[in-house]
């Protein structure tokens, strides 16, 4: 898979605690006013195998004794030239750090992608493309009002009022 970056110690991206976030290149939407441009590129970057993102992941979400939560932002994480490797890392973020929240952002509606396999792992989902004439800096997690939070209760992701 194609990542632009890893940061290791993000604040901003996480809802409580700090996370690990793993930004992938490539993304079909090409929003107007988009902060991450250089991400539309699908070679932007470098590209690791499904093992060495595994063992980045493990190694980053516990560097220094701190345990993290896992963000994955892009581009566009659920493009389908990446959804089965990343359905594959995030079963395994999951099966090994059962308590860590695995968030993920996606310019698709949880409508359009609501059946991918990918999903039944992440615990807060934050869809819709950004949009310029909705902006708002203000919101948590979402650079535009038409943006959803979707927070895992049980088995369901529950959109967020």
Not at 28 to 35: D, F, K, L, Q, S
Not at 121 to 129: E, S
Not at 142 to 157: A, E, H, T, V
Request: hydrophobic fraction near 35%; charged fraction near 30%; include cysteine.
């Amino acid at each position: 898979m194609q990542i632009a970056s890893f940061i290791d110690n993000d604040v901003q991206n996480s809802l409580n605690g700090m996370t690990v976030s793993m930004w992938v290149s490539g993304c079909p939407h090409r929003c107007e006013g988009c902060h991450n441009k250089e991400l539309w590129d699908y070679s932007f970057g470098e590209n690791y195998s499904l093992e060495e993102l595994k063992e980045i992941a493990s190694r980053l979400i516990t560097l220094d004794g701190i345990t993290r939560n896992f963000s994955v932002l892009g581009g566009e994480p659920l493009d389908p030239s990446k959804v089965d490797e990343l359905t594959e890392l995030l079963k395994f973020i999951k099966s090994s750090y059962p308590d860590k929240k695995i968030y993920l952002w996606t310019g698709y509606k949880y409508k359009e992608v609501k059946k991918l396999e990918c999903l039944k792992y992440v615990d807060v989902l934050i869809d819709g493309k950004f949009d310029i004439n909705k902006r708002d800096l203000t919101l948590k997690l979402r650079g535009s009002l038409n943006q959803n939070i979707y927070i895992r209760k049980g088995k369901k992701l529950i959109k967020e009022k």
